[in-house]
Antibody
Framework: EVQVVESGGGLIQRGGSLRLSCAVSGFSVSANFVSWVRQAPGKGLEWVSVIYNNGRTYYAESVKGRFTISRDTSQNTVSLQMNSLRAEDTAVYFC???????????WGQGTLVTVSS | QSVLTQPPSVSAAPGEKVTISCSGSNSDIGDDYVSWYQQLPGTAPKLLIYDNYKRPSGIPDRFSGSKSGTSATLDITGLQTGDEADYYCGAWDSSLTTYVFGTGTKVTVL
């Protein structure tokens, strides 16, 4: 059975840093794409970042240079290091699996990040 | 960041049909497969349609998808109260090298 569990969210001041974690079971992070997708309160979905099975990483323009995605294959986890946080980064952050086909078939329940100004 | 355009809301009575459009460009929908996601209130998105029209196991055939050029469509027939949710389309944008979601459509069962 596939499970995706995010953690690490919370209340943080503007300009601060936070590290989110995505723990998965039922598939290997080294054999799949893992993305972070966020949803601001009352708003739509926004893709944030991905780490490919080969380790390559990509980011949305809105977070490029501030966020870093990484993985720990021994722990089967994916992390999102978020620096220089802004009020507009306030959102629920979801972790989702896909392949090269960009089909997000498994999602976590999300973790809420609130950036206070 | 580019997004795909959807109507904010659609509604219909139980048993009727709704159609949700998703408009993009040559670099996203025109160049890649489209997926659709259903998000029930307070929950994570759920894969509904992939590769433009395919349904994952467990998704009823009341949900169907299609694509033509730079637009895609999700049809829901035999509308049920449990279908009340937000629906999002999505595709990879080859020029931006990012994944883009639609603006989202809220389905209301009257």
């Amino acid at each position: 059975e596939v499970q995706v569990v995010e953690s690490g969210g919370g209340l943080i001041q503007r300009g601060g840093s936070l590290r989110l974690s995505c723990a998965v079971s039922g598939f290997s992070v080294s054999a799949n794409f893992v993305s972070w997708v966020r949803q601001a309160p009352g708003k739509g979905l926004e893709w944030v970042s991905v780490i490919y099975n080969n380790g390559r990483t990509y980011y949305a323009e809105s977070v490029k240079g501030r966020f870093t995605i990484s993985r720990d294959t021994s722990q089967n986890t994916v992390s999102l290091q978020m620096n220089s946080l802004r009020a507009e980064d306030t959102a629920v952050y979801f972790c989702a699996r896909s392949g090269w086909d960009w089909i997000f078939d498994y999602w976590g329940q999300g973790t809420l990040v609130t950036v206070s100004s | 960041q580019s997004v795909l355009t959807q109507p904010p809301s659609v509604s219909a009575a139980p048993g009727e049909k709704v159609t949700i459009s998703c408009s993009g460009s040559n670099s996203d929908i025109g160049d890649d497969y489209v997926s659709w996601y259903q998000q029930l209130p307070g929950t994570a998105p759920k894969l509904l349609i992939y590769d433009n029209y395919k349904r994952p196991s467990g998704i009823p055939d009341r949900f169907s998808g299609s694509k033509s050029g730079t637009s895609a469509t999700l049809d829901i027939t035999g509308l049920q109260t449990g279908d009340e949710a937000d629906y999002y389309c999505g595709a990879w944008d080859s020029s931006l090298t990012t994944y883009v979601f639609g603006t989202g459509t809220k389905v209301t069962v009257l």
